[in-house]
């Protein structure tokens, strides 16, 4: 497995204690999840049906407020392991640095990938991945630039994996634009990445080879149940976005208290430069918060937002010792 946040087995073969015991900020997850509720027993007991499949997908077309054709899949990360297949191997161009699994996948599917660093040197690649917002520096693409930058590319991916916080950015109403795939995760927002949800956004050829790809079954009884609710539920939405907004303040003046300088970040996570991440992760894991650092950047820190009152205390008290 290429390097991830999330990896909290490796926290606590290094630190001990039980998962519980940990405040795992190492991911951009939110972790004052959607209430589940009540889950049906057909949820777990019977195959979903393709009315059950549908009514999801028209909850999707009302969280991102498209009217293109929509998949489910079981995360964001399931259509990245489909994305090679939609068309024969070319040229990939990743904007980067991003989230490495990208580069990865296609590589091992006989891409040839080359990772640029501005959003105009992908012009002229077979398929260009952007992330918007980025995972982990939180930079920001306006839709009229990528929207651009579409007709200077064969495919155009734009992976919004965290972008529900910041709906403006999102090019998911243009999605059933020839040549534009739009890709979301449901876990990251709603705090439920255990559930294994996530959309692909396109048009409808595109799609089609999409559903063909991910099977008859492609999400389970209880994402449709628990992530369609979710997804109609504007007012959490709305509330969750307003609370994230301030808890992203809040976690910038703690950092500043340390002397780190922010880099970037989005509501739901933040990078920060510290004099040497490795250590600080150290001594945070001494108190079971884990977070997120970088081989290649010995610097950066990455933390995702801490949930009740009782991990923020925690939190700035192993930050103050």
Known sequence: MREHG???????????????????????????????????????SALPSRAEIEALHHAAHHAYRTSAPVVAIGGAQSAIQLLPQLTSPGRARI???TYNEYAGVLAAAGWDVQEVGELDALAGADLA?????????????????????????????????????????????????????????????????????????GNAADMGKFAAMSGPWPVSGAAISIGGRALRDD??????S????RDSVRLDALAQSQGWRLVG???????????????VQEKLARMHIWSRVFAQKPAWLRLGLPGGEMEWTRLAEALAR
């Open 6 to 44: 999330g990896n909290l087995d490796l926290a606590q073969q290094r630190f001990g204690g039980r998962a519980e015991d940990w405040i795992d900020l190492s991911t951009g997850i939110n972790r004052l999840p959607y209430p589940i509720g009540e889950v049906r027993a057909r949820a777990w």
């Open 95 to 97: 904007l980067a640095p």
């Open 129 to 201: 991945i952007v992330v918007n917002p980025n995972n982990p520096d939180g930079r920001v693409f306006a839709p009229t630039d990528l929207l651009a930058l579409l007709a200077r590319v064969g495919r155009l991916v734009i992976d919004e994996s965290f972008a529900d916080a910041a709906p403006q950015l999102s090019l998911a109403p243009e999605a059933d634009r020839p040549g534009l795939l739009i890709l979301r995760s449901f876990g990251k927002f709603y705090g439920l990445a255990g559930l294994r949800l996530g959309f692909a956004i």
């Open 235 to 240: 007012a959490w939405a709305e509330t969750t």
């Open 242 to 245: 307003a609370r994230l907004a």
């Open 265 to 279: 970040g989005t509501p739901l996570f933040r990078l920060y430069e510290t004099p040497d991440a490795l250590s």
